[in-house]
């Protein structure tokens, strides 16, 4: 029998925070790890609690965690990874990914992965010293900025260094988010990199999940980002599970994550915020909620018509898992869609 496959959350700054990383640990089986969204380095070492707020171990009790460093500077990347493995973790991970304009443009990010030659450099300075603090590093990348034949050169050079393992994002930087993600250039990765690859883009169901296992049986890693909030329970569907009490667990989910959230947050606008971007994903737990429940939640502007708003999709209506609804609700999901 194979082995269940490893699922990653991926980071989605300003949405898979401590506070929702925790909660869905609570209340979902079958994720086993999560990187956390990126940490940008500051140039000296005295980092107040307040940046590493979101790593620090005190707020991450369930859910082991990969903390992810943003920078393109070796000095800055070994002041941050000095701090974070004397908060405890002996595991880095280093975004070449972010396609952020004002991100890219400063060569950070995906913006990187054009020069080769700095990544090499910048690796050639810091693993050393990571390696002498027993700490591995490992590297979440897009398959280039402009193009493909950016991974297509940087994997092969990668293959030389002691990576834990490399994670893409199957598109472009320059496509932010938009457009397909490109499977194809996936397989020429694999055949181009002797480190252990993790898939990431676009899996937001089960059957994603199945199409995709079915053209790469050699991935034991996945990496899953909007689908875990727009479905907590992916991973428990992914691996098998039965997904029971779907309709009480959403509810208990989303209490303690707006209990949580009004006491991290101070405002209703804040807090509101949060709960609404949440929901642009969550509402894809209930394919059969109106359309105007989602606009409720969204025109909502204090915490009592959210709420009323909330409730109003978490009690009317029925969340549902592929493995446990009937054969007639799966034919009305698929002329929906
Ligand atoms: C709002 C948002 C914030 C993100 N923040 C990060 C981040 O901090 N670090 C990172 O490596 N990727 C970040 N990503 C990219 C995701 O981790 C992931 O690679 C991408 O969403 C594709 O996977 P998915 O289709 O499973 O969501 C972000 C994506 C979104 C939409």
Request: glycine content about 6%; overall charge positive.
């Amino acid at each position: 029998m194979s082995l269940p496959p490893t699922l990653f959350l991926a980071p989605l700054r300003g949405a898979t925070d401590y506070i929702f990383r925790d909660t869905l640990q609570h209340h979902f089986q079958g994720w086993d790890c999560a990187i956390s969204p990126f940490i940008t380095p500051q140039n000296n070492s005295d980092f107040p609690d307040k940046t590493l707020k979101d790593v620090l171990p005190v707020n991450n009790p369930g859910l082991p965690l990969i903390p992810q460093l943003l920078t393109n500077t070796p000095e800055q990347f070994l002041i941050l990874s000095r701090r974070l493995i004397e908060l405890g973790y002996h595991h880095l991970n280093w975004n070449l990914g972010c396609p952020a304009p004002q991100v890219a443009k400063k060569g950070k990010g995906s913006g990187m992965l054009p020069c080769p030659d700095k990544i090499v450099a910048l690796l050639d300075t810091v693993l050393p010293e990571l390696e002498q603090l027993d700490c591995q590093l490992s590297i979440k990348m897009r398959l280039g900025y402009h193009a493909q034949e950016e991974s297509f050169a940087l994997l092969p050079q990668l293959n030389a260094f002691p990576l834990r393992e490399i994670t893409i994002h199957t598109r472009l930087g320059s496509q932010i988010y938009r457009g397909a993600t490109d499977v194809e250039s996936f397989t020429r990765c694999l055949e181009l990199s002797s480190h252990r690859l993790i898939y990431n883009g676009d899996i937001i169901s089960c059957a994603d999940w199945h199409t995709l296992q079915k053209r790469f049986p050699q991935i034991s890693c996945w990496m899953i980002g909007r689908g875990a909030i727009a479905r907590p329970f992916l991973a428990e569907e992914i691996k098998g599970g039965e997904c029971r009490d779907l309709s009480g667990r959403l509810c208990r989910f989303h209490a303690e994550l707006l209990t949580r959230y009004s006491s991290a947050f101070s405002g209703d606008t804040h807090i509101i915020g949060r709960m609404k971007l949440i929901w642009n994903f969550l509402i894809n737990s209930f394919p059969f909620a109106e359309k105007k429940l989602l606009k409720k939640v969204q025109k909502s502007r204090t915490l009592s018509q959210y709420q009323d708003a909330a409730e109003s999709i978490l009690q009317t209506s029925i969340p549902h898992s592929f493995s446990n609804i009937h054969e007639e609700q799966k034919k009305h999901l698929k002329t929906e869609s």
